[in-house]
T-cell receptor
């Protein structure tokens, strides 16, 4: 069974401080990992995919298969980063629906 | 349209009534997904359509829930004899055939059962 765990419901950081949103997964096959973000009064949207190895809005995430983790990081938090962040997993084939974690609310304090 | 469209955006219904929620995916997206998000909870998978294949209904919580999709276009999610625990935001998403490129979500339907 596929499972995604985001241990923190709420994470508060000061503007300019580093951010790390934790995500751990459980899956026996080859996973594909994603981060989705939902800003206030906006739709849920894709932030980044591990397979594309990209940096979006200063965020990066590295897949660590040994630790089964896909933590989201940003060196310097901005107020506009305040949002709900969801980690999600699917099979690498892409033919199974995404399994989402329960989300972490990031609050960046000025 | 440019994005995934869901209607209605809000629905208040009395316990025991049936409701129908609609999703219009992005043109060309063969895969369509329904999720439910209860207050303070994560996204709970309900059902998945992929082209002409049989839908994956493994997430439907009871036989009161059903969904249909016409070809590769509009989908409707029907909840019969609604209960208070059905109150949630129902999200629809679509993607290209293989979902690895990410999903595009609609803005959701907020269902309140009173």
């Amino acid at each position: 069974a596929q499972r995604v765990t985001q241990p923190e419901k709420l994470l508060s950081v000061f503007k300019g401080a580093p951010v790390e949103l934790k995500c751990n997964y459980s899956y026996s096959g080859s996973p594909e990992l994603f981060w989705y973000v939902q800003y206030s009064r906006q739709r849920l949207q894709l932030l980044l995919r591990h397979i594309s190895r990209e940096s979006i809005k200063g965020f990066t995430a590295d897949l660590n298969k040994g630790e089964t983790s896909f933590h989201l990081k940003k060196p310097f938090a901005q107020e506009e980063d305040s949002a709900m962040y969801y980690c999600a997993l699917s099979a690498i084939s892409g033919n199974t629906p995404l399994v989402f974690g329960k989300g972490t609310r990031l609050s960046v304090i000025a | 349209g440019a994005g995934v469209s869901q209607s209605p955006s809000n629905k208040v219904t009395e316990k025991g009534k049936d409701v129908e929620l609609r999703c219009d995916p992005i043109s060309g997206h063969t895969a369509l997904y329904w999720y439910r998000q209860r207050l303070g909870q994560g996204l709970e998978f309900l059902i998945y359509f992929q082209g002409n294949s049989a839908p994956d209904k493994s997430g439907l919580p009871s036989d009161r829930f059903s969904a249909e999709r016409t070809g590769e276009s509009v989908s409707t999610l029907t909840i019969q004899r609604t209960q208070q625990e059905d109150s949630a935001v129902y999200l629809c998403a679509s993607s290209l055939a293989r979902g690895n490129y990410g999903y595009t979500f609609g803005s959701g339907t907020r269902l309140t059962v009173v």
